[in-house]
Nanobody
Framework: HVQLVESGGGSVQAGGSLRLSCAAS????????MAWFRQAPGKQREGVAI?????TIVYNYSGRFTISKDNAKNTLYLQMNNLKPEDSAMYYC?????????????????WGQGTQVTVS
């Protein structure tokens, strides 16, 4: 069983920053592509940032966001700066085995429960 648990969401004013965390169980970082997705009410879930098993960032929605991971802590991060109201969404940590090859939601078979980000 692979478990992903997000944290770090909250309510911030426009221009503020948040650092989201995703605690991953097992040896997920050894051979997994990991990503952050987000979904606002009434909108499709969209990829935000993707990082490969070797730490290579393969996709960023915005230069305001930085994806990273700490293998020692088995944790994925999303640093979000200069947040805008349109960034408000439920943010999800996701993963799939092997190397990163797609931003398609259906390619990710492991998902966390999400953490809410609200920017006003």
């Amino acid at each position: 069983h692979v478990q992903l648990v997000e944290s770090g969401g909250g309510s911030v004013q426009a221009g503020g920053s948040l650092r989201l965390s995703c605690a991953a169980s097992g040896n997920i970082y050894s051979n997994f592509c990991m990503a952050w997705f987000r979904q606002a009410p009434g909108k499709q879930r969209e990829g935000v940032a993707i990082i490969d098993s070797d730490g290579t960032i393969v996709y960023n929605y915005s230069g305001r966001f930085t994806i990273s991971k700490d293998n020692a802590k088995n944790t994925l991060y999303l640093q979000m700066n200069n947040l805008k109201p349109e960034d408000s969404a439920m943010y999800y940590c996701a993963a799939h085995g092997g190397t990163c090859s797609s931003r398609r939601q259906s390619d990710y078979n492991y998902w966390g429960q999400g953490t809410q980000v609200t920017v006003s």
